[in-house]
């Protein structure tokens, strides 16, 4: 399992680092996917960090979830600097590994490279909610944690997807070639 020191770093470095390890969901079965997509996101100097609209919870402490909806999905990030200087990763994409019966009945789809090639169809396919706001994924007890994996591919960075005012750099990272990337 990552430790909360991974966590508590900067965010292009932690969204970087996060691909090719595996999210976890234990508590109605288990659910794992290797992360193969993410985005980085800053304080009040990003003008499209939620920390800017007020979510007094990207200022908490490194490794602790952070799920807000939008457009009618919920989106599943995590905390990362030290407590007080506000910044996260979102979890845009994974490639699924176990419990696709269940991601597949929570999504509604038998395709399996529709499953959770998105931000909301990974947390729909892994039955991610409000109810997740605020864990330590770091934590063995946790209901949702990340543990290492193994990273195979090429590194791909590009600016964030559906950011009308962004930073001057590119903060999203991919998996080039991963069939579960949300897009290219």
Do not use: C, Q
Not at 10 to 32: F, Q, S, T, W, Y
Not at 33 to 56: F, H, M, N, Q, W
Not at 157 to 176: A, E, M, T
Request: glycine share 10%.
């Amino acid at each position: 399992m990552l430790p909360k020191k991974f966590y508590n770093r900067d965010p292009a470095i932690v969204a970087e680092e996060l691909l090719g390890k595996v999210i976890v969901k234990r508590d109605n079965g288990i659910l794992k996917g290797r992360i193969v997509e993410t985005e980085a996101y800053y304080g009040l100097s990003d003008p499209a960090s939620r920390a800017r609209k007020g979510a007094k919870i990207m200022w908490g402490s490194a490794g602790i979830t952070f799920i807000y909806m939008v457009h009618g999905n919920w989106l599943f990030n995590i905390i990362t600097m030290p407590k007080g200087e506000p910044s996260g990763v979102l979890i845009r994409a994974v490639e699924p590994l176990e419990g696709l019966e269940i991601m597949k009945r929570n999504r509604g789809v038998d395709d399996i490279r529709n499953l959770t090639s998105g931000p909301g169809k990974f947390t729909k396919a892994f039955g991610i909610d409000k109810r997740y706001n605020g864990i330590k994924v770091y934590r063995r007890d946790s209901p949702i944690m990340i543990k290492d994996g193994k990273m195979e591919g090429d590194v791909v960075r590009s600016y964030r997807i559906g950011v009308k005012h962004d930073l001057p750099i590119p903060l999203r990272f991919y998996i080039k070639g991963n069939r579960f990337v949300s897009r290219k």
